[in-house]
């Protein structure tokens, strides 16, 4: 079976602070971490190959320091790590950047490939799906659990109500939540070894695409306006009749020199 | 990302035993589990022998990741790897390394060192314990004591009496393991600090281990035990620094958040030139350290920088942890917060694997050589 993944290096969120003055994110010495759900996700293919056995191959796209979250792929147990980076690539939105992916993963040979479900940085879930339309695969998304039965996949999928349970041949693309498996950590040996494999470098030149469709020039998406939510106060809520109701709710409003 | 590794296992896994362990006086059997899966009890040892193909520099960030939040968990590691592993690793036989090391690297076994006897401490030339040989069996007889590891591990470098017309040059080592009759384990110290790793006596009552066990050349034992201590100090250097380090950051964080007179005590000038201060000695520490562990990895002497690392750590980590204390006032006498641990932690430091006194001893006589 071979498996390929696709991962994206973050600023950890979780430490990241807004400049009050200009609202923008403050990056500097914020730690970068592999996507969470993304993480996951390699979590779940490396599971498979423990059981089953798989060549599992992880690819990221993003400036050259992005090796280091490949490097992170490779000592948790990833065989082949393929990092796209070109000027060609800068600027890209979600579908410039699924179809250089999608490019990419054109050439390799694969019986799955697994997506995190979205990138905390971004928070689209939308370049795993477009991969999956690019090469003309079927797709789950919200996978939570993964396992290997007869030839197929059988996942659960969640969904707002519950889970469904769903099998899928290959190949075929998944994007995968974090929950669904507490990722392994690194281990010594591993990321030893991580220094020793190479991690390819690929260029524009080296993808099935058109240039047309990459980086700035393949973005139909343009940003109008980025702003800071202002913070509100928690509301109260009272769960009365609508008789009474009306009555707070006219209270409160004087209270606060509306009418 | 090494650090990375170890620092995020460290605090999920290690930090909230810490307490429990200490409290409890407690073997941390399952954190050492979780370690064996890492690849933690072979960090510096070459792939060859089932070691992970790292360095000294990367066993040192370890061990002090691990102590930053847990004393106990360091020194189980060190002792394990230095105490054990290497002098298998520097002075066995081919047949000797292919016996233990995959099996103590993978974590499978634990190590552990026996020198130290109730007449034998600093002058471990006083060695009582003998060995005789009886055909094809080396026969000991004696006791040690203050054992780290002792009743978990599997595998004890032992020194003894071979020849005691010959002093010093009469001491051999060997490799007992704990399965062997006439080996036992006897009783468990109770300790002011590192209270969740095992301290006890080793007892050979006519314990007979196979004529291959010597480990070395015989007669060579002194000169392996004191090699192994100066690896050994590289580890309680980094230990010692990691109980520094993790008092410093729980100081920052409480100075941060607690309030007198109206303002953080970190914003009183007299908490930050103290904590700067004490940050500056704790990374003066830390190169130390790694100085020390770079020399190893060159091959390079480095017997005085491992001396002046644990010398110097081991007295930082003290000052540091009972600075740590004053500055969490009555709150950091209490056991709600962990730096009364630390500083009970960090007062081995100056004791074990040579006491600062022998640290002095060894430095100076490197300078009046």
Same mark, same amino acid.
């Given at each position: 079976?071979?498996?390929v993944v696709c991962i994206k290096q @973050? ?5 990241? *602070? ?16 592999m996507?969470?759900?993304?993480? =996951? ?16 191959t992880v690819i990221t796209m993003g400036p050259p320091q992005a090796d280091l979250v490949l490097r992170e792929a490779l000592?948790? #147990?990833a065989?082949k790590a393929i990092l796209l980076t070109d000027?060609?690539f ?10 250089a992916l999608?490019?990419a ?74 929950? =669904? ?13 991580a220094?020793?494999k190479p991690v390819e470098i690929w260029g524009a030149?080296r993808i ?6 990459? #980086?700035?020039? =393949? ?10 939510? #202002? ?14 109701? @009306?009555?707070?709710?006219?209270? *409160? ?7 | 990302? $090494? ?5 995020? $296992?460290?605090?999920?896994? &290690? ?11 407690? $073997?941390?059997?399952?954190? &050492? ?142 490799? &007992? ?55 050994? !100090? ?100 209490? !056991?709600?917060?962990?730096?009364? !641990?630390?500083? !009970? ?25």
């Amino acid at each position: 079976m071979k498996i390929v993944v696709c991962i994206k290096q @973050v600023p950890d969120t979780t430490e990241i *602070k807004i400049n009050p003055v200009t609202g923008t994110l403050i990056r500097e010495g914020v730690p970068s971490i592999m996507n969470p759900d993304d993480k =996951g996700g390699l979590e779940m293919a490396l599971r498979l190959k423990d059981k089953y056995g798989a060549e599992v191959t992880v690819i990221t796209m993003g400036p050259p320091q992005a090796d280091l979250v490949l490097r992170e792929a490779l000592a948790m #147990g990833a065989d082949k790590a393929i990092l796209l980076t070109d000027r060609k690539f800068a600027g890209a939105d979600t579908l410039a950047t699924s179809n250089a992916l999608a490019g990419a993963i054109r050439t390799l040979k694969w019986d799955l490939i697994i997506a995190g479900r979205q990138a905390i940085d971004g928070d689209t879930a939308q370049v795993g799906p477009q991969i999956a339309e690019h090469l003309d695969v079927p797709q789950i998304s919200y996978v939570a659990d993964l396992e290997w039965d007869n030839n197929r996949f059988v996942v659960k999928k969640e969904t707002e109500e519950g889970y469904q349970r769903l099998a899928v041949a290959g190949p075929c693309l998944l994007t995968v939540l974090a929950s =669904g498996c507490k990722a392994r950590y690194m281990n010594v040996r591993g990321i030893v070894e991580a220094y020793q494999k190479p991690v390819e470098i690929w260029g524009a030149d080296r993808i099935e695409v058109d240039e047309e469709k990459l #980086g700035l020039k =393949g973005s139909p998406t343009r940003v109008a306006k980025a702003f800071t939510k #202002g913070l509100k106060q928690a509301g109260e809520v009272f769960e009365v009749d609508a008789e009474e109701a @009306v009555g707070i709710i006219i209270s *409160k409003l004087k209270e606060k020199f509306i009418i | 990302m $090494f650090r990375q590794m170890i620092r995020e $296992f460290a605090d999920k896994e &290690v930090k909230p035993l810490a307490a429990e362990i200490d409290e409890q006086e407690r $073997f941390p059997m399952e954190t &050492v589990k979780k370690m064996a899966e890492l690849g933690i009890f072979g960090i510096p040892l070459p792939t060859e022998y089932g070691g992970a193909g790292g360095d000294n520099i990367m066993y040192s960030i370890a061990v002090e990741e691990l102590s930053r939040v847990c004393g106990t968990t360091g020194v189980v590691v060190s002792a394990h790897t230095s105490l054990c592993l290497a002098p298998i690793f520097e002075h066995g036989t081919e047949e000797q390394k292919r016996k233990y090391l995959p099996k103590l690297a993978s974590g499978e076994w634990l190590g552990a060192f026996g020198l130290t006897e109730p007449n034998a401490g600093t002058d471990a030339s006083a060695q009582q314990t003998t060995a005789v040989l009886e055909g094809d069996e080396w026969v000991l007889n004696g006791n040690k004591i203050f054992i780290t590891n002792a009743g978990y591990a599997h595998v004890y470098v032992v020194f003894a009496m071979t020849d005691k017309s010959k002093g010093v040059k009469g001491i051999s080592a060997f490799i &007992v393991e704990a399965d062997t009759p006439g080996f036992s384990v006897g009783k468990k110290e109770l300790k002011l600090g590192i209270r969740g790793s095992a301290t006890a006596e080793l007892i050979f009552d006519n314990c007979r281990i196979p004529k291959d066990n010597l480990l070395g050349k015989l007669g060579g034992g002194f000169g392996i035990a004191m090699k192994t201590l100066d690896g050994g !100090r590289v580890g309680i250097a980094s230990q010692a620094l990691g109980i520094a380090q993790g008092a410093m950051d729980e100081t920052v964080r409480y100075t941060k958040e607690r309030k007198q007179f109206g303002k953080s005590l970190s914003a009183f000038q007299n908490t930050q030139f103290q904590m700067a201060d004490l940050q500056t000695k704790v990374e003066a520490s830390r190169l130390l350290v790694r100085s020390a562990a770079f020399k190893k990895d060159m091959g390079q002497p480095y017997s005085a920088d491992a001396a002046m690392a644990k010398l110097f750590a081991a007295e930082t980590a003290m000052e540091v942890t009972t600075k740590a204390v004053q500055f969490h006032g009555g709150y950091g006498y209490t !056991r709600e917060y962990p730096v009364e !641990r630390m500083m !009970r932690d960090a007062k081995i430091t100056e004791i074990y694997e040579g006491t600062s006194e022998v640290q002095r001893m060894v430095i100076a006589g490197k300078l009046f050589k």
